[in-house]
Protein backbone atom coordinates (compact mmCIF):
# COMPACT_ATOMS: atom_id res chain seq x y z
CA UNK A 1 0.00 0.00 0.00
CA UNK A 2 1.66 3.35 -0.51
CA UNK A 3 1.88 5.75 1.45
CA UNK A 4 2.72 9.42 1.57
CA UNK A 5 3.16 11.44 5.25
CA UNK A 6 3.24 15.02 4.87
CA UNK A 7 4.89 16.89 8.48
CA UNK A 8 6.43 19.82 9.21
CA UNK A 9 3.66 23.00 8.56
CA UNK A 10 2.66 25.43 11.04
CA UNK A 11 2.27 28.62 11.14
CA UNK A 12 5.11 31.52 10.47
CA UNK A 13 5.03 35.51 10.09
CA UNK A 14 5.72 36.50 6.81
CA UNK A 15 9.21 36.48 5.60
CA UNK A 16 10.06 33.40 7.64
CA UNK A 17 10.61 29.41 6.82
CA UNK A 18 9.23 26.57 6.99
CA UNK A 19 10.77 23.00 5.72
CA UNK A 20 8.07 19.95 4.89
CA UNK A 21 8.85 17.07 4.40
CA UNK A 22 7.03 13.50 2.60
CA UNK A 23 7.98 10.17 3.97
CA UNK A 24 7.02 7.69 1.31
CA UNK A 25 6.58 4.11 1.58
CA UNK A 26 4.85 1.42 -0.57
CA UNK A 27 6.63 1.38 -3.97
CA UNK A 28 9.74 1.26 -5.55
CA UNK A 29 10.89 5.48 -4.19
CA UNK A 30 14.17 5.57 -6.68
CA UNK A 31 11.64 4.65 -9.55
CA UNK A 32 8.96 8.06 -9.32
CA UNK A 33 8.91 11.96 -9.61
CA UNK A 34 7.61 13.47 -6.50
CA UNK A 35 5.34 16.34 -6.67
CA UNK A 36 3.96 19.21 -3.91
CA UNK A 37 0.85 20.53 -4.70
CA UNK A 38 -1.14 22.98 -2.45
CA UNK A 39 -4.97 24.05 -2.28
CA UNK A 40 -5.10 27.50 -0.92
CA UNK A 41 -8.21 28.49 1.49
CA UNK A 42 -11.01 29.27 -0.94
CA UNK A 43 -10.23 27.52 -3.84
CA UNK A 44 -12.59 24.19 -3.59
CA UNK A 45 -10.79 21.60 -4.23
CA UNK A 46 -8.32 22.52 -6.91
CA UNK A 47 -4.69 22.00 -6.18
CA UNK A 48 -2.21 24.15 -7.50
CA UNK A 49 1.40 22.46 -8.07
CA UNK A 50 4.43 23.85 -6.86
CA UNK A 51 6.93 21.76 -7.19
CA UNK A 52 8.38 18.27 -8.74
CA UNK A 53 11.64 16.32 -8.40
CA UNK A 54 12.59 14.04 -11.21
CA UNK A 55 13.74 10.43 -9.84
CA UNK A 56 16.32 10.17 -12.80
CA UNK A 57 18.52 12.96 -13.24
CA UNK A 58 17.28 15.35 -9.82
CA UNK A 59 15.80 17.58 -12.14
CA UNK A 60 13.46 20.09 -10.22
CA UNK A 61 10.64 22.06 -11.33
CA UNK A 62 9.02 25.24 -9.80
CA UNK A 63 5.80 27.22 -10.06
CA UNK A 64 6.79 31.00 -10.67
CA UNK A 65 5.58 32.49 -7.63
CA UNK A 66 7.96 30.09 -5.44
CA UNK A 67 10.78 30.20 -7.92
CA UNK A 68 13.87 31.77 -5.51
CA UNK A 69 12.21 31.34 -2.49
CA UNK A 70 11.15 27.16 -2.51
CA UNK A 71 13.95 24.42 -3.04
CA UNK A 72 12.56 20.71 -2.85
CA UNK A 73 14.82 17.64 -2.79
CA UNK A 74 15.20 14.25 -2.43
CA UNK A 75 17.11 11.51 -0.57
CA UNK A 76 16.32 8.22 -2.17
CA UNK A 77 18.05 6.19 1.17
CA UNK A 78 15.21 7.58 3.53
CA UNK A 79 12.79 7.80 1.06
CA UNK A 80 12.08 11.30 1.56
CA UNK A 81 11.07 14.23 -0.36
CA UNK A 82 11.26 17.78 1.15
CA UNK A 83 10.25 21.59 0.60
CA UNK A 84 12.48 24.31 2.08
CA UNK A 85 9.97 27.16 1.74
CA UNK A 86 12.06 30.76 2.57
CA UNK A 87 10.74 34.25 2.19
CA UNK A 88 7.38 32.76 3.08
CA UNK A 89 4.41 35.50 1.88
CA UNK A 90 0.89 34.84 3.35
CA UNK A 91 -0.74 34.21 0.08
CA UNK A 92 1.42 30.78 0.25
CA UNK A 93 -1.03 29.92 3.10
CA UNK A 94 -2.60 26.37 1.72
CA UNK A 95 -2.55 22.68 2.65
CA UNK A 96 0.81 21.42 0.59
CA UNK A 97 0.19 17.44 -0.48
CA UNK A 98 2.84 15.25 -1.39
CA UNK A 99 2.60 13.54 -4.31
CA UNK A 100 3.71 10.45 -6.79
CA UNK A 101 0.61 10.42 -9.49
CA UNK A 102 -1.93 9.48 -8.93
CA UNK A 103 -1.61 8.68 -4.77
CA UNK A 104 -1.44 11.95 -2.48
CA UNK A 105 -0.40 12.21 1.05
CA UNK A 106 -3.07 13.83 4.18
CA UNK A 107 -1.67 17.18 3.82
CA UNK A 108 0.08 19.44 6.09
CA UNK A 109 -1.40 23.24 7.20
CA UNK A 110 0.99 25.55 6.50
CA UNK A 111 -0.07 29.35 7.88
CA UNK A 112 1.26 32.36 6.76
CA UNK A 113 0.30 35.24 9.36
CA UNK A 114 1.44 38.58 11.14
Known amino acids: EVQLVESGGGLVQPGGSLRLSCAAS????????IGWFRRAPGKGTEREGV??????????YYEDSVKGRFTISRDNAKNTVSLQMNSLKPEDTAVYYC?????WGQGTQVTVSS
Open 99 to 103: NVDPH
Open 26 to 33: GFNFDDYA
Open 51 to 60: SCISNMNGGT
